[in-house]
């Protein structure tokens, strides 16, 4: 029994696990008194809200890429002034420059959650790619179901080609 959030559930529910919604704050408890075996989580601020405390082990790689997004109404886009207009544009390239640092931070993060105690269990060849298939196919089938006229080519300009 995994403790997911909506982004996670079609994933672990295509690997035959059970899942159970709960808000980041009843993590810790849960692990703690067994109603979790785990939880889906990026790999930054396990450290920062202590739950390397209950978890013994990290499975990599991870699977999804968390993205920051800044939606703004396009009447009120065109209502601001052009000084504003550049000041947001400026901040939104900032926020995207800081992407770049991640790798960076995912590999601190790392170095300190093995010092911390947790194993990480790495799959590699075949099984890393059916790892990594299923979470993409379970994740564009819940696009899919979501939107089931624009995820076709929303999938088509959000990804590589293989």
Same mark, same amino acid.
């Given at each position: 029994?995994?403790?997911?959030?909506?982004?996670?559930?079609?994933?672990?529910?295509?690997?035959?696990?059970?899942?159970?919604?709960?808000?980041?704050?009843?993590?810790?408890?849960?692990?703690?008194?067994?109603?979790?075996?785990?939880?889906?989580?990026?790999?930054?601020?396990?450290?920062?809200?202590?739950?390397?405390?209950?978890?013994?082990?990290?499975?990599?790689?991870?699977?999804?890429?968390?993205?920051?997004?800044?939606?703004?109404?396009?009447?009120?886009?065109?209502?601001?002034?052009?000084?504003?207009?550049?000041?947001?544009?400026?901040?939104? *390239?900032?926020? $995207?420059?800081?992407?770049?640092?991640?790798?960076?931070?995912? #590999?601190?993060? +790392?170095?300190?959650?093995? !010092? %911390?105690?947790?194993?990480?269990?790495?799959? *590699?060849?075949? $099984?890393?790619?059916?790892?990594?298939?299923?979470?993409?196919? #379970?994740?564009? +089938?819940?696009?899919?179901? !979501? %939107?089931?006229?624009?995820?076709?080519?929303?999938?088509?300009?959000?990804?590589?080609?293989?």
């Amino acid at each position: 029994t995994l403790r997911v959030t909506p982004v996670y559930r079609a994933f672990f529910e295509a690997l035959n696990a059970s899942s159970i919604q709960t808000p980041p704050s009843e993590v810790y408890t849960a692990l703690e008194r067994g109603v979790v075996d785990g939880y889906g989580w990026p790999i930054q601020g396990v450290l920062d809200l202590g739950w390397q405390e209950v978890t013994k082990a990290r499975v990599d790689p991870g699977f999804y890429t968390v993205d920051v997004n800044i939606l703004l109404n396009l009447d009120k886009w065109k209502s601001l002034s052009d000084e504003q207009r550049a000041f947001l544009n400026k901040m939104a *390239e900032w926020v $995207e420059s800081t992407n770049a640092e991640n790798e960076q931070i995912n #590999a601190e993060e +790392a170095k300190k959650q093995a !010092a %911390a105690g947790m194993t990480v269990y790495t799959l *590699e060849g075949a $099984e890393r790619e059916k790892w990594l298939e299923t979470a993409r196919e #379970a994740g564009w +089938a819940q696009v899919l179901k !979501a %939107a089931p006229d624009t995820a076709p080519r929303l999938r088509e300009l959000l990804t590589r080609s293989k």
